[in-house]
């Protein structure tokens, strides 16, 4: 009996650390987590700062333009009824900017001309 009471405060004394880190209410993956995000956000701090830089330097012209443009570019997307008929935009030498159409996919290709020995085209 003299050893009962020794052994039962040291298993009490042991339990009590454990039971303490349950009482944080964070498992293990939740602290991982928390770390993991604390350590992204800290290296990804210098990017966004450059991206505000940006933004504070670039934002007025942007403004601007859609101020000018933003009419202009509602009128011409309420023309187009399907953005998916046309290629992608291009830019010539000459700096002019060309959005061409597709070909219809429901129109066969056209046959290719078949040239007879003699040279002549069967009509």
């Known amino acids: 009996?003299?050893?009962?009471?020794?052994?039962?405060?040291?298993?009490?004394?042991?339990?009590?650390?454990?039971?303490?880190?349950?009482?944080?209410?964070?498992?293990?993956?939740?602290?991982?987590?928390?770390?993991?995000?604390?350590?992204?956000?800290?290296?990804?701090?210098?990017?966004?700062?450059?991206?505000?830089?940006?933004?504070?330097?670039?934002?007025?012209?942007?403004?601007?333009?859609?101020e000018e443009m933003g009419p202009a570019l509602a009128e011409l997307a309420g023309e187009i009824e399907d953005w998916s008929a046309y290629e992608a935009p291009e830019m010539l030498p000459n700096g002019d900017i060309i959005i061409r159409k597709k070909p219809p996919q429901d129109q066969p290709e056209t046959p290719e001309q078949t040239d007879d020995d003699d040279g002549a085209t069967e009509i």
Do not use: N
Request: charged content about 20%; overall charge negative.
């Open 1 to 66: 009996m003299k050893h009962f009471i020794p052994i039962c405060a040291i298993s009490v004394a042991l339990a009590l650390p454990a039971y303490a880190e349950e009482d944080t209410g964070k498992s293990l993956m939740e602290q991982g987590a928390e770390l993991f995000f604390e350590g992204l956000r800290q290296e990804m701090e210098p990017a966004l700062e450059d991206l505000q830089g940006l933004v504070s330097q670039f934002g007025p012209a942007m403004q601007s333009f859609f």
